[in-house]
């Protein structure tokens, strides 16, 4: 997996707002982002449901 871009699992889904697709629904998962020059320090992270979250561990996976 990407060491700047971390995919990282909730204990329990929370009902709050997906910040990729914008709706208010269960967000089962958390992007990790990390500083391009040091991936150990983290910029931000961003909370996605179960859809986004499929779809940005596709996009993080692919190699091009
Ligand atoms: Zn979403």
Redesign the pocket.
Known sequence: MNKYLELVGYARPVYRK?E??K?VKDVNYRLDVKNAESSVMLVGSLD??K??AANMGEIIQKED
């Open positions: 997906c990729l697709c709706r996605l449901c859809h986004c």
